[in-house]
């Protein structure tokens, strides 16, 4: 029993200090007093920490329960098994029957078996599938095994297991592909969601006459009104190729081949189905005509065309395209742009102009296509191209009476708001003394002799040529609109860009270097419009919207398997009055 002493603090308080007696034993004396041995007078365990007094009645415990007898079992190891985290190309077994067997044990190095005739050995006694005790047992799965049912595992032969293997594809990606080689004259397949993705980004945009004209429109178009739609094309000739081919040198050998691009390039014409097609680095197959290829591609279209090469050691030009039942050609001008005696006029660029006149209405148009000088410093070169350009389309547009609607369409190799852009939208820009990224403009573009005015016109009269002097300056009065709004355009003259902008080509960084403009008169009312100008006897319906930088990578940049060529195509619907 524990004994109390009580210790006097004060005469209010008084505290009992617990006194354990300490009881001396030999070492053979049991020392476990934890079980009653049936006299109540002996000692029970008491937890020396305890500060609880515990009274009389509560001392006696409940005896410990025996011990229970536990038996040893050998437990296997179980191998840690990752391989869910990892995706991996898994066979999956067709039939309840097929097992693929553990691997053998380790084989010496110098052995002589094969690696596949370790997995697969032969089975002399195939037991019954039908048989239940052949079914009975539990399943496991392992990283390596097919799922196993039944109690021993079947083995089959090497045939027999690969013929009833089913190969899963690795992702849905290859469920919409076919099997593609680097070899010449294999059969190449489009990705089809990918096309998807392409033709549900490039969607078509209606102008408000568009829509009024369209299907579920209120108005329609008179009997003496044309509508006709034009697409303009940098399609990537194989000689220009071959000269930059270290550009595409990432991109793989059937992307780059013209048999695959043409074929690429014929389902993007077919599925836009133009009335006029513009191309530009069209091959040609001798100084008059294009290739074979394309000649046959588009006379089974029912289209004509002219065109020019550049000069000589280049083989590819520029060509427009028109249908022959809607279009005939009144009259060409074919525009070679190099002139030796002009040092920024030394590069071999050409343009074409064709004056058509529609065969069911004496209606004209006047469309020309045009590939200017490359370079970002170029800006004096494409500035005196674009200039002898202007000149000799306003020849074919003023005739006696009126003046024929013009179009350009084609690779201009300058961004929107540059100083060309500036001149074709603005119809003024003066250059005298700004920056051409090659130092400062000169006081005039082009010699006295030239004969090319500030208004962009040819004088006719030699002599007076050289009393001419120039103001440093070009004008004209074509009024172009660029069928293409960019969406940086109205945020410019906000003072801000947004995010992202269409984009056409990739030269270096994604760029919008292809365009299409269309004339316009003077507005008779100054609040009609912002640039002071009216659509009249051309109007624009709707054009092919283009993709975002994000959206054509996405896609596989250019070319791709959805983009034959370097460039994007682009499109418009216009309404001839």
């Known amino acids: 029993m524990t004994s109390l002493k009580e210790i006097a603090i004060n005469e209010d308080l008084a505290v009992y200090e617990r006194v354990v007696p300490v009881v001396e034993i030999e070492s053979d004396v049991d020392t476990d007093f934890s079980e009653d041995d049936g006299n109540p007078g002996d000692a029970i365990e008491v937890d020396p920490d305890d500060d609880e007094i515990e009274s009389a009645d509560n001392q006696h415990q409940e005896p410990a329960a025996c011990p229970v007898e536990i038996k040893e079992e050998k437990i296997e190891p179980v191998s840690y098994n990752n391989s869910k985290y990892f995706k991996k190309k898994r066979f999956t077994a067709q039939t309840q029957n097929l097992v693929i067997p553990d691997p053998p044990a380790k ?74 080689k680097d070899e010449p004259g294999a059969e ?150 190099r002139r030796k005696h002009i040092p920024h006029l030394s590069s071999s660029n050409v343009a074409v102009i064709c004056r058509l006149k529609t065969r069911s209405n004496p209606l004209r148009l006047v469309v020309g296509t045009v590939h200017l000088r490359f370079g970002q410093t170029k800006n004096l070169s494409r500035l005196a191209q674009m200039a002898i350009f202007l000149a000799d389309m306003t020849e074919l547009a003023n005739l006696k009476h009126y003046t024929v609607p013009c179009i350009i369409a084609g690779d ?32 005039s573009v082009f010699p006295r002799s030239f004969g090319l005015s500030d208004r962009l016109e040819w004088e006719p009269d030699v002599k007076d040529r050289h009393k001419r002097e120039s103001n440093g300056s070009f004008r004209h009065d074509f009024g172009f609109r660029c069928a293409y709004q ?82 994007l195509p682009l499109a418009a619907d216009f309404l001839l009055c």
């Not at 250059?431 to 130092?439: A, M, N, P």
Request: aromatic share 12%.
């Open 188 to 337: 190449f397949e489009v990705d089809r969601k990918s096309l998807d993705k392409y033709n549900s980004i490039r969607t078509w945009k209606l102008t408000r006459l568009g829509e009024d004209l369209g299907p579920n429109g209120t108005r329609t178009i008179f009997a003496n009104n044309v509508k006709f739609r034009i697409l303009t094309y940098n399609i990537l000739s194989p000689s220009s190729l071959h000269r930059r081919r270290n550009i595409f040198r990432n991109k793989k050998e059937f992307l780059l081949s013209w048999e695959y691009r043409f074929r690429g390039i014929q389902r993007e014409i077919n599925s836009i189905d133009p009335d006029i097609v513009c191309l530009q680095e069209v091959e040609f197959a001798n100084s008059e005509e294009v290739s074979d290829e394309l000649i046959e591609f588009f006379s089974s279209k029912g289209y004509v065309y002219r065109g020019l090469k550049r000069e000589d050691p280049k083989t590819d030009g520029c060509a427009v395209f028109y249908k022959d039942e809607v279009f005939e050609c009144e009259d060409v001008k074919l525009i070679d742009f």
């Open 486 to 567: 960019y969406r940086e355009e109205r945020a410019l003259y906000l003072g801000f860009a947004p995010p992202e902008s269409d984009v056409t080509a990739y030269q270096g960084n994604w760029v919008c270097v292809d365009n299409i403009f269309y004339s316009t008169v003077p507005s008779q009312w100054a609040y009609t419009s912002i640039d002071g100008r009216m659509e009249k006897k051309l109007k624009l319906l709707g054009k092919w919207s283009l993709p975002t930088a994000s959206q054509i990578s996405s896609l596989g940049g250019l070319p791709s398997m959805v983009s034959p060529s370097d460039h």
């Open 412 to 443: 201009f190799n300058f961004e929107p708001f540059t100083d060309v852009h500036k001149l074709l939208t603005k119809g003024y820009f003066a250059y005298r003394g700004l920056d051409s990224g090659e130092g400062r403009y000169p006081s």
């Open 107 to 180: 084989v010496p190095p110098d052995s002589t078996i094969s690696l596949e005739d370790r997995y697969f050995e032969v089975n002399k006694q195939d037991p019954e599938p039908d048989n239940p005790e052949y079914s009975r047992g539990r399943k496991r799965k392992r990283s390596d095994d097919t799922e196993v049912e039944g109690g021993e595992p079947r083995l089959q032969t090497r045939d027999s297991v690969l013929g009833d293997i089913k190969v899963e594809p690795r992702d849905e990606h290859e469920l919409n592909m076919v099997e593609i």
